[in-house]
T-cell receptor, first 115, second 108 residues
Framework: NAGVMQNPRHLVRRRGQEARLRCSPM?????VYWYRQLPEEGLKFMVY????????ESGMPKERFSAEFPKEGPSILRIQQVVRGDSAAYFC?????????????FGPGTRLTVL | GIQVEQSPPDLILQEGANSTLQCNFS?????LQWFHQNPWGQLINLFY???GTKQNGRLSATTVATERYSLLYISSSQTTDSGVYFC??????????FGTGTKLQVIP
């Protein structure tokens, strides 16, 4: 059973460009979570999605950031008009959510660098 | 929201030494995990331990949920143990809060 997959692993963008980060959950998991880790800090929750639904986006910046988890295909975290402060590692996690407290399994992360 | 504090923030060990990392949280939790983030940034799940004690090789962890703390023990440390150790708690429904981390450096 493959783990959570994220791609690309490293992404370089210039200020003003768009960044698209992809996350494929573990097989059988229908719940996806995105976290952001700024340099020298811990991970901070951004958004929780089920297929075709955003459940909790309380950690998402109000502008330029969006997330989706379509019926088919990976979850996408999209950052429009990137700025230097968006440089961070973005981690995705997935869960089967058979129980409300099910463990979340984390992917390897995408490291975004904004020049 | 839940506050998660880890101590110490930084730790330098001689190879072979033992250490204890602490995680304190401000409210009752449904789940608690310990992670190791290696120097390449990869996040490795060490323990899922909402309560009780678990051991895995040179590592063990204990969570006392009623006292709102968890401890991670590293024995006979090795240079490959270097990195940042995070405690992460799940309070509300699937809402995970990470601690501030303990940065460990093991020197030969």
């Amino acid at each position: 059973n493959a783990g959570v997959m994220q791609n690309p692993r490293h992404l370089v963008r210039r200020r003003g460009q768009e960044a698209r980060l992809r996350c494929s959950p573990m097989k059988g998991h229908s719940h996806v979570y995105w976290y952001r880790q700024l340099p020298e800090e811990g991970l901070k929750f951004m958004v929780y999605l089920q297929k075709e639904n955003i459940i909790d986006e309380s950690g998402m910046p109000k502008e330029r950031f969006s997330a989706e988890f379509p019926k088919e295909g990976p979850s996408i975290l999209r950052i429009q008009q990137v700025v230097r402060g968006d440089s961070a590692a973005y981690f995705c996690a997935s869960s089967p959510l058979r129980e409300p407290t099910d463990t979340q399994y984390f992917g390897p992360g995408t490291r975004l660098t904004v020049l | 929201g839940i506050q998660v504090e880890q101590s110490p923030p930084d730790l330098i060990l001689q190879e072979g030494a033992n250490s204890t990392l602490q995680c304190n949280f401000s409210d009752s939790v449904n789940n608690l995990q310990w992670f190791h983030q290696n120097p390449w940034g990869q996040l490795i799940n060490l323990f899922y331990i909402p309560s009780g004690t678990k051991q895995n090789g040179r590592l063990s962890a204990t969570t006392v949920a009623t006292e709102r703390y968890s401890l991670l023990y590293i024995s006979s440390s090795q240079t490959t143990d270097s990195g940042v150790y995070f405690c992460a708690v799940m309070g509300g429904y699937q809402k995970v809060t990470f601690g501030t981390g303990t940065k460990l450096q093991v020197i030969p």
